[in-house]
């Protein structure tokens, strides 16, 4: 798969731009994922410059890009599902290694579904007990200033 073809890949399915000028972390990550899989699993092994420029960045960018692909490997379990999907949609469009044969493109797909799906459930409860702590906050807060007022 070319570079332009993974980056194509990657708006479609996430639904974003990732040239977009945006400092957004999903924006952030989707390009992480897009200089990974651009300098190093692209058909036409291009330079990071020319990385840099289908997302209208520098080679400095790109470069800074790929540590930071290297902590959110470490440190986010979605985005390293998210990304081991797309670099095996990558290779299975390759042909490259062994393991991707077992995959066909439609089992990929469906397995990113299920991850953007998971991906929207951790969000909304992640959401809901931040809501639910703000609450409790308040409610703490309401109470400790009547305390204060009765001493």
Not at 15 to 31: C, G, H, M, P, Q
Not at 68 to 85: C, E, G, I, P, V
Not at 93 to 103: A, D, F, L, N, R
């Amino acid at each position: 798969m070319k570079a332009i073809e993974i980056k194509d890949l990657l708006d479609k399915t996430l639904n974003l731009k990732i040239e977009t000028k945006s400092r957004l972390l999903d924006f952030i990550k989707a390009r992480c994922m897009f200089y990974k899989l651009a300098y190093y699993y692209s058909e036409d092994k291009i330079s990071l410059y020319n990385v840099g420029l289908l997302v209208k960045r520098d080679h400095a960018t790109v470069l800074h890009g790929l540590r930071q692909h290297d902590s959110f490997m470490l440190t986010d379990k979605s985005y390293k599902n998210l990304f081991n999907t797309f670099k095996a949609i990558v290779l299975a469009e390759k042909h490259t290694i062994e393991t991707s044969k077992k995959y066909t493109k439609k089992s990929l797909i469906e397995q990113l579904e299920i991850n953007r799906r998971l991906r929207k459930n951790y969000c909304s409860k992640y959401r809901y007990w931040k809501d639910k702590y703000i609450d409790l906050k308040k409610e703490h807060d309401k109470l400790l200033n009547i305390h204060l007022e009765v001493a």
